[in-house]
């Protein structure tokens, strides 16, 4: 056949009637090999040493839903296997609490502020002003930029997913920026014709997403992410995702076709625990063969394996570059320079505790695995005693009766036949087991005791437990009592704001002054997180601005310093009420005529002023009436400690008569009668230290009860100064309000 015979340039028939690879070519499909060999053992070594991490999970996702493992219940066969599940329920009070704090609905827990010596700052102070007002300005609008980013990306519900990983497994992974392809959908109306016409527009926006920690592989030597030198992510796509690449800019796509024709199953890294997972939730495994596994690399490469995915880069030794390479399996498909200047991984972590040897950290489940376990076998403790203590054990002597039916099971209005060897009376024999119903339930109230104790988290955040406590009477002791419960959280957000929100923004600041062109926004800048300092006390905040009011209406300097407006719109902020919907701009404020009080205010300010007075001249007569109350209870002491002195005086006389007349009786001495009635004297000398240890205890019962009404008379005086100084507080908001023009507090 004329395809079998050989030319004069050697080539093999594999690249008959096609032109030979270049040297390029060839040392180019060299490099790509070995790089995607060692992206490849390199995760893989990750992989293996995040096996144990993995087995934690699964345990900690296992407790959260309540269910056991299949050796736990082999275990308990024949017995009971109840699962009391405290875990799910303290997981989801912390994810609740901790999401109303990080991500407020009328506010950001972040914030874009300039440096205190912005570039560009001159030495001229009326210039300086001027540079800094910019700057100022410039963050405002940078910040405002980034909310909309966040907007778009869905960051918030993002975010909470982020914390309920972060909860549940110990760890939550936030990603971004990455620049996604959005469109946009528009309406346009031609005038001239009127006829409507619907523009669709794309453009690429950063966004950000969340990873699933079950694909999340960084550097495991790392104990946190400023220590990753690189991060793996996979993503589990089908052959038609897998041909969707090649619609991506930069995708190699005979690298993508090598990859094609590799079956699914033989490119597996990592094992999945989809299946597991699917199975602890109670819902069937589906088969994964068919799936590709697509890793994502982020960190440093080399400049020939750049140049060889065909990127641009430098000799200079000194620099490093950070890339972003795309593989499936052993093949890379595309590689692309970090976009960043910074050189930043685009992921930021959350532990809501945190492992000092490791980047991921521990969950709620983790933190009370030992008094879940508590709870549940003292719950089934219960159980199997409840059941075997609700009846009777019933022994039958079968040589003494035998069931007409055949049936020896016990039940009523049953006939037995009695076999005349033994006699009847001695057939059956009743034996009640030992209900310990008590003891048990004290152990599952300390284990729940316990589990607060462990994971630091109160019920209080549950919402329950403030029931008839101490401080859950009055408004001001609930909000002690939810502050109180809010220090226990400060180190998650402390976390959240270290771990998401500053490295986050702060790429996203990056990427804006690289790649935005709008000079207008761009300067230098520092993010902050406000997690810690704003949001995580809103009623502490709340009550201090209220002082602050208070305190500044009562003092014309004060008041003269103090923007009204500003802190008006600041405590609406706190009470979670929007300011727009309430208050009305300077505008219309100094348009409106001024509002003198009408005759129904004034005499209103009068009633209340009456009142006040009333009320103050109560709190006088109970002050008098606590003094007159405590003299009394002073002059009920001394009558009570007299009257001790003197029954002890008495007793003592008493048991001198009566030995002075036994000595007579006897006709003895006194002397005499003690040694000869040593054992009397020893009986009344007791009963003499009886009675005085009756009477110190009587007289520390007083003092006890002298205590205890002093303490009632001191806790309604400081109640009746509260309620005045609410009184007063309300008036002077009120004196002020309409001062301001105002008809209604």
């Known amino acids: 056949?004329?395809?079998?015979?050989?030319?004069?340039?050697?080539?093999?028939?594999?690249?008959?009637?096609?032109?030979?690879?270049?040297?390029?070519?060839?040392?180019?499909?060299?490099?790509?090999?070995?790089?995607?060999?060692?992206?490849?053992?390199?995760?893989?070594?990750?992989?293996?040493?995040?096996?144990?991490?993995?087995?934690?999970?699964?345990?900690?996702?296992?407790?959260?839903?309540?269910?056991?493992?299949?050796?736990?219940?082999?275990?308990?066969?024949?017995?009971?296997?109840?699962?009391?599940?405290?875990?799910?329920?303290?997981?989801?009070?912390?994810?609740?609490?901790?999401?109303?704090?990080?991500?407020?609905?009328?506010?950001?827990?972040?914030?874009?502020?300039?440096?205190?010596?912005?570039?560009?700052?001159?030495?001229?102070?009326?210039?300086?002003?001027?540079?800094?007002?910019?700057?100022?300005?410039?963050?405002?609008?940078?910040?405002?930029?980034?909310?909309?980013?966040?907007?778009?990306?869905?960051?918030?519900?993002?975010?909470?997913?982020?914390?309920?990983?972060?909860?549940?497994?110990?760890?939550?992974?936030?990603?971004?920026?990455?620049?996604?392809?959005?469109?946009?959908?528009?309406?346009?109306?031609?005038?001239?014709?009127?006829?409507?016409?619907?523009?669709?527009?794309?453009?690429?926006?950063?966004?950000?997403?969340?990873?699933?920690?079950?694909?999340?592989?960084?550097?495991?030597?790392?104990?946190?992410?400023?220590?990753?030198?690189?991060?793996?992510?996979?993503?589990?796509?089908?052959?038609?995702?897998?041909?969707?690449?090649?619609?991506?800019?930069?995708?190699?796509?005979?690298?993508?076709?090598?990859?094609?024709?590799?079956?699914?199953?033989?490119?597996?890294?990592?094992?999945?625990?989809?299946?597991?997972?699917?199975?602890?939730?109670?819902?069937?495994?589906?088969?994964?063969?068919?799936?590709?596994?697509?890793?994502?690399?982020?960190?440093?490469?080399?400049k020939d394996e750049l140049r060889a995915c065909g990127c641009e880069v430098d000799d200079d030794p000194l620099v490093e570059y950070t890339g972003c390479v795309l593989m499936v399996g052993n093949y890379v498909v595309k590689a692309a320079m970090n976009p960043l200047d910074s050189g930043d991984i685009p992921y930021s972590v959350f532990n809501w505790e945190q492992d000092g040897v490791s980047i991921f950290g521990f969950g709620v489940p983790y933190l009370m695995r030992q008094p879940q376990k508590v709870t549940n076998a003292a719950w089934r403790m219960m159980m199997d005693n409840a059941a075997v203590s609700a009846g009777p054990q019933v022994v039958v002597n079968k040589r003494a009766v035998e069931p007409q039916d055949g049936d020896w099971t016990i039940r009523r209005m049953k006939t037995w036949l009695a076999s005349g060897d033994i006699p009847v009376n001695q057939a059956f024999g009743v034996y009640g087991i030992q209900s310990n119903q008590g003891d048990l339930s004290a152990i599952f109230q300390m284990s729940q005791q316990l589990a607060d104790t462990e994971t630091n988290l109160p019920i209080l955040l549950q919402g329950e437990g403030v029931s008839g406590g101490p401080g859950s009477q009055t408004a001001t002791g609930m909000k002690m009592l939810m502050n109180n419960s809010n220090i226990v959280l400060r180190s998650a957000v402390k976390n959240f704001d270290d771990g998401v929100t500053v490295p986050t923004v702060r790429r996203f600041y990056d990427f804006h002054m690289a790649y935005t062109d709008r000079p207008e926004i761009k300067g230098d800048f520092d993010v902050i997180a406000k997690g810690t300092s704003v949001l995580i006390a809103r009623e502490e905040q709340q009550e201090k601005l209220m002082m602050l009011a208070q305190l500044a209406g009562s003092n014309p300097e004060f008041a003269r310093m103090t923007d009204w407006q500003e802190l008006y719109k600041e405590i609406l902020r706190t009470m979670q009420v929007g300011a727009d919907n309430v208050t009305i701009d300077e505008q219309k404020i100094e348009e409106a005529p001024e509002q003198q009080p009408d005759l129904a205010t004034q005499m209103a300010m009068q009633e209340l002023q009456l009142k006040q007075a009333e009320l103050q001249l109560k709190q006088q007569e109970a002050e008098l009436k606590a003094v007159e109350d405590a003299q009394q209870i002073d002059l009920k002491r001394q009558q009570q400690q007299w009257e001790q002195q003197y029954k002890a005086a008495e007793l003592q006389t008493k048991q001198e008569r009566d030995r002075l007349e036994l000595a007579l009786k006897e006709g003895i001495t006194l002397a005499q009668l003690e040694q000869k009635a040593g054992l009397e004297s020893a009986r009344l000398e007791t009963e003499m230290q009886r009675t005085a240890a009756q009477l110190e205890i009587e007289r520390e019962k007083a003092s006890a009860e002298i205590q205890t009404e002093r303490a009632k008379l001191q806790t309604e005086r400081d109640k009746l100064a509260a309620q005045l100084a609410d009184k007063q507080a309300e008036r002077a908001a009120r004196n002020r309000n309409q001062n301001m023009g105002y008809d209604s507090y």
């Open 1 to 302: 056949m004329e395809y079998e015979e050989i030319d004069d340039t050697g080539s093999s028939p594999e690249y008959w009637g096609e032109e030979e690879p270049q040297p390029e070519e060839i040392k180019r499909e060299e490099d790509l090999q070995i790089l995607g060999s060692k992206l490849h053992d390199l995760a893989q070594e990750q992989v293996q040493n995040r096996d144990m991490i993995e087995t934690r999970w699964l345990a900690d996702l296992r407790q959260y839903q309540g269910e056991y493992t299949p050796e736990e219940l082999s275990r308990m066969e024949g017995r009971s296997s109840v699962y009391v599940n405290i875990t799910r329920n303290k997981t989801r009070a912390a994810i609740s609490r901790l999401g109303d704090m990080l991500l407020p609905n009328d506010d950001r827990n972040y914030g874009i502020k300039p440096t205190p010596i912005p570039q560009g700052s001159v030495v001229d102070q009326q210039e300086q002003e001027a540079m800094k007002e910019k700057a100022r300005e410039a963050a405002r609008a940078m910040e405002e930029q980034i909310a909309d980013d966040f907007e778009e990306a869905l960051y918030y519900a993002h975010a909470r997913d982020v914390i309920e990983d972060a909860c549940i497994y110990g760890t939550g992974i936030l990603k971004g920026p990455t620049i996604v392809n959005r469109t946009r959908q528009a309406w346009i109306t031609d005038p001239a014709t009127g006829q409507s016409v619907m523009e669709v527009q794309e453009e690429y926006r950063p966004s950000v997403e969340r990873v699933d920690p079950w694909d999340f592989f960084p550097d495991m030597s790392a104990a946190n992410m400023h220590e990753a030198e690189f991060c793996f992510e996979r993503k589990l796509i089908n052959k038609k995702q897998l041909r969707e690449l090649a619609s991506l800019p930069g995708v190699m796509l005979d690298q993508l076709r090598k990859a094609m024709q590799t079956e699914g199953s033989t490119t597996q890294i990592a094992n999945d625990r989809r299946d597991e997972l699917r199975e602890i939730s109670g819902v069937d495994t589906v088969s994964n063969s068919t799936k590709y596994e697509l890793w994502e690399y982020w960190g440093p490469l080399d």
